[in-house]
């Protein structure tokens, strides 16, 4: 079954408890956080401060996304937040070895997510190191955006790549996911898929959890 990451970015931020409740109650599997600075990428949104805050009402994983630049400047106090998986994105850090050393040391899951124009390949010389690599199937930044289809490609030659290197590394797909492009995403080869519109925007938030895990 796959893993299923509900993104807050889509939530009501006015009132984030009943999200916390709805999704502790659901099916879902982690809680999927989006942090963006205003440099990485064109949009900020919240940092370690709303996380602490939803780290009292969430009870499941914490899967920090980090669209940032310098994460070492902040990996421990979002540990300290309350996250249990770091991912930083290969495009925002020069040193992205150190970075996951860093957040390993921190006790915490390692990610990097790759851009849609950044090719697999690069995390060819990392990739038995890391927990996690998060495909980007949009260009990230904003939520309800348009899977780019070419991400399928990127799947399956992560699949491949891990399978070649013996990684244990799980591959989250974050980016216009939805439950009608969801099977064709697991059947290339993801563990988890992260979805903010395609869970909070549906009549039923619950019930839509409930559809991508039964998938
Ligand atoms: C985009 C974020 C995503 C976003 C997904 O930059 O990383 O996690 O919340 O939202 P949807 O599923 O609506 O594309
Ligand atoms: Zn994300």
């Not at 893993?3 to 709805?22: E, G, N, R, V």
């Not at 020069?94 to 990097?112: E, M, W």
């Not at 399978?163 to 939805?178: L, Q, R």
């Amino acid at each position: 079954m796959p893993i299923i990451a509900p993104s807050i970015l889509t939530a009501d931020f006015l009132h984030l408890d009943d999200a916390c409740k709805m999704l502790n109650e659901s099916k879902a599997d982690w809680f999927h956080l989006d942090v963006m600075d205003g440099r990485f990428v064109p949009n900020i949104s919240f940092g370690m401060h709303i996380i602490k805050q939803i780290r009292k009402a969430g009870t499941k994983f914490f899967d920090v996304h980090l669209m940032i630049l310098e994460p070492e400047k902040f990996a421990e106090e979002f540990k300290d937040a309350g996250a249990d998986g770091l991912t930083v994105h290969l495009e925002a850090c020069p040193h992205l070895h150190r970075n996951i050393q860093q957040i390993k040391s921190l006790g915490l899951k390692a990610g990097v997510a790759i851009n849609p124009h950044s090719p697999v390949m690069l995390l060819q010389d990392i990739i038995t190191d890391l927990d996690l690599v998060l495909v980007m199937s949009v260009n990230p930044g904003f939520g309800g955006q348009s899977f780019i289809p070419n991400s399928i490609n990127k799947i399956k030659d992560l699949k491949a790549l891990i399978n070649k290197k013996g990684s244990s590394a799980k591959i989250e797909v974050d980016g216009g996911v939805s439950l009608q492009n969801a099977k064709e995403i697991l059947e290339a080869g993801a563990d988890v898929l992260v979805a903010g519109n395609a869970v909070f925007g549906s009549a039923d938030p619950k019930r839509t959890i409930e559809k991508f895990k039964m998938l």
